[in-house]
């Protein structure tokens, strides 16, 4: 099988993902249950367009893998207390550090290039983090003294940011929402050249904001034109990036589709919102057809965006299944 990284094509990707999805209807037993469930036989399938996504809710009942090897790396999803996490069970980690090296060099270059800070609290104060880990490994590539992790110390980091600025280093500021508002809101940057990226999420520590509200605060408070995002999840070995206006791009072996909110096993009607669907080749161990909770919408660019999660008063019928 060629490597998915090699993808450069419309039938490539066609290919890829018929081959994934045979095999682990196969090797991963939840998805293939799951298959059955629905009434779906393997071998009818003979188009991506027929493939059926796995809900991402099965994550954090089953052990979504192929077979049965050993896990080198295990990354739990952050959850409100008390609430049921996602676990992915990872048996080569070394296929996580190409996609996400490989997706990163993609959109931004070589980590090299970058002085990369990480404002991850929250993330990086628990274990089984996949972000971290991400993080971590770009911090280790980019080599750059001045780059690292920081948690509350936002005095130290607002010095760092300015001696970066005045030095004209390129650099990646990586944070949670809740923290770069923090950051932004206690002190006054200028650094226009700053690639700002956050990664969502309040996590119960702030009130929610529209996107686009918060853009606006993070672009007034740190200097910059546009602020980056990333959109990846526990249960994906991939990740999209946006550089501004929340419009994500997927790296070539990453796919969204949409599909329709009353029924998941039927495409959304083009130009429509629907739940999103991602094809990760990269799960290669795991499974590559991932039926998530995020309503979006894709647009004729090939791009895109996030709008929310689910309403489940919408998501009804054939979707009681699970």
């Known amino acids: ?3 998915i990284f090699s993808i450069s094509t419309a039938a490539d990707f066609e290919r890829q993902s ?9 090797a991963c037993e939840p998805y293939g249950r799951y298959l059955s469930y629905i009434g779906v036989r393997a071998g009818d399938v003979d188009s991506a367009a027929q493939i059926p996504f796995l809900p991402v809710e099965l994550f954090k009942t089953e052990r979504v893998t192929c077979g049965d090897a050993a896990a080198q790396a295990t990354f739990v999803s952050s959850g409100t207390t008390g609430a049921e996490t996602s676990r992915h069970y990872v048996s080569d980690v070394r296929l ?6 490989r997706g990163f060099e993609h959109f931004y270059g070589a980590p090299q290039k970058y002085c990369i800070l990480a ?12 972000l971290v880990y991400m993080v971590e490994r770009l911090v280790k ?14 005095g130290e980091l607002a010095a760092r940011l300015e001696l970066l600025q005045r030095r004209q280093q390129p650099t990646i500021l990586i944070g949670v929402s809740f923290a770069l508002l923090d950051l932004a809101e206690r002190y006054s940057l200028r650094f226009p050249n700053l690639i700002v990226m956050e990664t969502g999420g309040m996590k119960g520590r702030r009130r929610e904001l529209p996107r686009e509200e918060l853009h606006r605060i993070l672009c007034a408070g740190f200097g910059v034109e546009a602020v980056h995002s990333e959109y990846g ?19 070539p072996w990453m796919r969204i589709t949409l599909r329709d909110l009353h029924c998941p096993f039927s495409p959304a009607a083009a130009g429509d919102s629907g739940g999103v669907n991602v094809t990760d080749l990269a799960n290669q161990n795991s499974c590559s057809f991932i039926e998530t909770q995020d309503l979006g919408r894709v647009n004729a660019d090939g791009s895109f965006e996030v709008l929310g999660r689910i309403d489940h008063s919408l998501a009804r019928g054939c979707n009681m299944l699970v």
């Open 1 to 3: 099988m060629r490597s």
């Open 18 to 26: 018929l081959d994934a999805f045979h095999r682990q209807a196969q």
């Open 141 to 154: 590539e980019s080599a750059h003294p001045q780059g690292g992790f920081f948690l509350h110390n936002h």
């Open 233 to 251: 999840m526990t249960e994906l070995l991939s990740q999209a990036y946006s550089s501004g206006g929340g419009r994500f791009f997927a790296p």
């Open 119 to 130: 404002l991850l609290p929250g993330y990086a104060e628990r274990q089984g983090s996949s």
């Open 96 to 101: 996580y550090e190409e996609s996400f090296l």
